[in-house]
């Protein structure tokens, strides 16, 4: 498997390429804010954002992924084209090498990430940025209530998931953005902090 290491990273005049790592609780709208920067994000801006491959229907959610069955998954991981990895709640989730040779091309690249995988992540890309995008409880539980996709007992137990894994989340680079309100006013601090490398918290 080729990883970061192999590569390696092309400068931009004093500035590496950066892979920034979108984590946060399911519900906390990675998706809706990947896809307003998508839309908003300047044409000449030197950023790429990787989709990610997991075991469920395309339609499934509102994240526009690369949708394999589990055999599929399994063996391009074991042939080596994920460069990261992890498995949560029955679905496996993967990011292709290819991030690998846009960053070696001096493209900083956004990815939505896992709040559990973040370690092994920042081991095998130094020049990772890791976005916690935040979300109060209260608008959690109505969000996860309002997609439909999980039970009582699933949802309380995201939520819980949630505000442990976040007291433990640790990175001299960790920026911090607050969800609780306007999806645009979120995006328009995640764009900045893209574009600009925002590094204080943006809550």
């Known amino acids: 498997m080729f990883g970061a290491a192999e590569y390696g990273y092309i400068m931009q005049g004093t500035i590496m390429a950066n892979l920034f790592y979108l984590i946060g609780a399911s519900g906390a709208g990675k998706d809706s804010l990947m896809q307003y920067m998508r839309k908003e994000i300047p044409a000449s801006a030197p950023v790429v954002f990787a989709h990610r491959y997991i075991t469920r229907f395309a339609d499934?959610?509102?994240?526009?992924?690369?949708?394999?069955?589990?055999?599929?998954?399994?063996?391009?991981?074991?042939?080596?084209?994920?460069?990261?990895?992890?498995?949560?709640?029955?679905?496996?989730?993967?990011?292709?090498?290819?991030?690998?040779?846009?960053?070696?091309?001096?493209?900083?690249?956004?990815?939505?990430?896992?709040?559990?995988?973040?370690?092994?992540?920042?081991?095998?890309?130094?020049?990772?940025?890791?976005?916690?995008?935040?979300?109060?409880?209260?608008?959690?539980?109505?969000?996860?209530?309002?997609?439909g996709r999980e039970t009582e007992e699933q949802i309380s137990k995201r939520i819980h998931q949630a505000i442990e894994l976040e007291k433990n989340i640790s990175h001299p680079a960790l920026l911090k953005i607050g969800n609780d309100g306007l999806l645009q006013d979120a995006g328009k601090r995640l764009l900045d902090a893209v574009l600009y490398r925002v590094t204080e918290e943006c809550v």
């Open 60 to 147: 499934a959610g509102g994240e526009n992924h690369v949708a394999l069955r589990v055999p599929e998954f399994l063996l391009r991981k074991k042939l080596g084209c994920l460069a990261m990895s992890w498995y949560s709640h029955e679905t496996h989730y993967g990011i292709g090498i290819e991030i690998n040779a846009w960053l070696s091309l001096g493209l900083d690249v956004v990815v939505n990430g896992s709040r559990g995988y973040l370690a092994e992540a920042a081991r095998q890309y130094p020049n990772l940025i890791p976005v916690l995008i935040t979300v109060d409880s209260d608008v959690l539980l109505a969000r996860l209530r309002s997609r």
